[in-house]
């Protein structure tokens, strides 16, 4: 139905930038959010941000004022402009695209990102 393909993580130090990427491809729904979350070791996964069709953000606390989401409709891409980046943003980040309406999740497989000197 739907695949969701990340890129752009790998290793970076702390205070560093990274831009994900999360390419979709197969269904389109017609209302829909596409969004970020990561998961830490021994953590529970959380919400990074979060996007609708419509092009209105969400994003966790922690996040807000370092991170940043947005879309290329033309390309079925979001991204997560990442700045500012911490050790505690170690995680593997995953992209996520839920159909308003129809009760469907989609999950990509994740990327690692690694905030180390």
């Known amino acids: 139905q739907v695949q969701l393909v990340e890129s752009g993580g790998g290793l970076v130090q702390p205070g560093g930038s990274l831009r994900l990427s999360c390419a979709a491809s197969?269904?389109?729904?017609?209302?829909?959010?596409m969004g970020w979350y990561r998961q830490a070791p021994g953590k529970q996964r959380e919400l990074v941000a979060t996007?609708?069709?419509?092009?209105?953000?969400n994003y966790a606390d922690s996040m807000k004022g370092r991170f940043t989401i947005s879309r290329d409709n033309a390309k079925n891409t979001v991204y997560l402009q990442m700045n500012s980046l911490k050790p505690e943003d170690t995680a593997v980040y995953y992209c996520?695209?839920?159909?308003?309406?129809?009760?469907?999740?989609?999950w990509g497989q994740g990327t690692q990102v690694t905030v180390s000197s």
């Open positions: 996520n695209l839920r159909a308003v309406g129809v009760g469907l999740d989609y």
């Open positions: 197969g269904s389109i729904f017609r209302l829909y959010v």
């Open positions: 996007i609708t069709s419509g092009g209105s953000t």
